[in-house]
């Protein structure tokens, strides 16, 4: 399938639904990362997924066209934010949870930036499924 547009544009628009909702989960938690965090961060994954398919798809001359490639230095920008938001105290470690959700909003918005749009519904409702009920059952050792 031809990448163009208007499908740029709806699956951006999935991915900020997407972000939006892990985002709100967070902010109804009062998290430091909330809803413009994790929706910024998956539309600037799906952007990026977006534009090595359109470059590949765009210049055929490129004998090692790899949409992969920018698709793999998202996941290395990601990995160092997510390490600055880890925080190491005297007896504790916080922010390990954010961290993880940093990551897989970046890998859900690839997802959909690459069409995978039910895939990244699903592991959207599976992230909030398993944030919530951590919370609701008290796992974990952010409990509160």
Same mark, same amino acid.
């Given at each position: 399938?031809?990448? @163009?547009?208007?499908?740029?544009?709806?699956?951006?628009?999935?991915?900020? +639904?997407?972000?939006?909702? /892990?985002?709100?989960?967070?902010?109804?938690?009062?998290?430091?990362?909330?809803?413009?965090?994790?929706? &910024? /961060?998956?539309?600037?994954? @799906? &952007?990026?997924? &977006?534009?090595?398919?359109? #470059?590949?798809?765009?210049?055929?001359?490129?004998?090692?066209?790899?949409?992969?490639?920018?698709?793999?230095? #998202?996941?290395?920008?990601?990995?160092? *934010?997510?390490?600055? +938001? *880890?925080?190491?105290?005297?007896?504790?470690?916080?922010?390990? @949870?954010?961290?993880?959700?940093?990551? #897989?909003?970046?890998?859900?918005?690839?997802?959909?930036?690459?069409?995978?749009?039910?895939?990244?519904?699903?592991?959207?409702?599976?992230? *909030? *499924?398993?944030?919530?009920?951590?919370?609701?059952?008290?796992?974990?050792?952010?409990?509160?």
């Amino acid at each position: 399938m031809e990448l @163009t547009e208007s499908t740029a544009l709806i699956r951006l628009g999935i991915s900020l +639904l997407l972000g939006a909702c /892990i985002g709100i989960e967070r902010e109804i938690h009062n998290h430091p990362a909330g809803l413009r965090t994790f929706t &910024l /961060i998956s539309i600037a994954s @799906t &952007l990026a997924m &977006l534009v090595s398919i359109w #470059v590949c798809q765009t210049n055929t001359h490129l004998i090692n066209g790899d949409p992969g490639r920018i698709a793999a230095q #998202v996941l290395t920008g990601v990995g160092f *934010i997510g390490a600055g +938001l *880890i925080i190491k105290n005297s007896a504790s470690i916080s922010g390990i @949870t954010t961290a993880a959700c940093v990551f #897989v909003t970046s890998v859900i918005g690839l997802a959909v930036g690459a069409g995978m749009l039910l895939t990244g519904a699903a592991v959207t409702a599976a992230t *909030i *499924i398993l944030l919530v009920s951590s919370q609701f059952l008290k796992l974990g050792k952010g409990k509160k």
